[in-house]
T-cell receptor, first 112, second 113 residues
Framework: NAGVMQNPRHLVRRRGQEARLRCSPM?????VYWYRQLPEEGLKFMVY????????ESGMPKERFSAEFPKEGPSILRIQQVVRGDSAAYFC??????????FGPGTRLTVT | SQKIEQNSEALNIQEGKTATLTCNYT??????LQWYRQDPGRGPVFLLL?????KEKRKERLKVTFDTTLKQSLFHITASQPADSATYLC????????????FGTGTKLQVIP
């Protein structure tokens, strides 16, 4: 059973470009979470999704950020018009029941 | 306001000793509490979950206690090894329906050979 997969592992974008981060949850998991982490800082919750539904997006900035988890395919975190402050590690986690979370390896976004 | 507090200072411990990490919280009524391990450059790894009606849980060399009166969880690693060196995160979810999981900032453990 493959773990949570994220791609790309590293993403470099220029200011103003769009960043698309993908997350494939573990097989059978319908709960997906996105977190952001800056170096030497804790995990900051961004959004919680179940298939085709956003359950909680209270941690996500209202502008430029969006997330989806379609019926088929991976979950996508999209950041439009990236700025330097968006540079961080973005982790996706999936869960079977909404309790134990299994994390992917993360996508390291660098905005130049 | 809600707070999760973990020792921000690194914990250094001699190999073979028991490491004890603390997680304190305020203004939460968690249905359960979780502990995760994170190595540099990697995603967190789930270790243990303890529910509000459980006092203690064990898994191999790991032991977690959960005191809802003190609003504290202790995480013990017995017979610690250098490979246990990592950052350990506690995470809480509130009770009474969906509440998002909130992670503490973690405590860095260094086991010295």
């Amino acid at each position: 059973n493959a773990g949570v997969m994220q791609n790309p592992r590293h993403l470099v974008r220029r200011r103003g470009q769009e960043a698309r981060l993908r997350c494939s949850p573990m097989k059978g998991h319908s709960h997906v979470y996105w977190y952001r982490q800056l170096p030497e800082e804790g995990l900051k919750f961004m959004v919680y999704l179940q298939k085709e539904n956003i359950i909680d997006e209270s941690g996500m900035p209202k502008e430029r950020f969006s997330a989806e988890f379609p019926k088929e395919g991976p979950s996508i975190l999209r950041i439009q018009q990236v700025v330097r402050g968006d540079s961080a590690a973005y982790f996706c986690a999936s869960s079977l029941r909404g309790d134990e979370q299994y994390f992917g390896p993360g996508t390291r976004l660098t905005v130049t | 306001s809600q707070k999760i507090e973990q020792n921000s200072e690194a914990l250094n411990i001699q190999e073979g000793k028991t490491a004890t990490l603390t997680c304190n919280y305020t203004n939460y009524s968690p249905a359960y509490l979780q502990w995760y391990r994170q190595d540099p450059g990697r995603g967190p790894v789930f270790l243990l979950l303890i529910r509000e009606n459980e006092k203690e849980k064990r898994k191999e060399r790991l032991k977690v206690t959960f005191d809802t009166t003190l609003k504290q969880s202790l995480f013990h690693i017995t017979a610690s090894q250098p490979a246990d060196s990592a950052t350990y995160l506690c995470a809480l979810e509130g009770s009474g329906g969906y509440q998002k999981v909130t992670f503490g900032t973690g405590t860095k453990l260094q086991v010295i050979p």
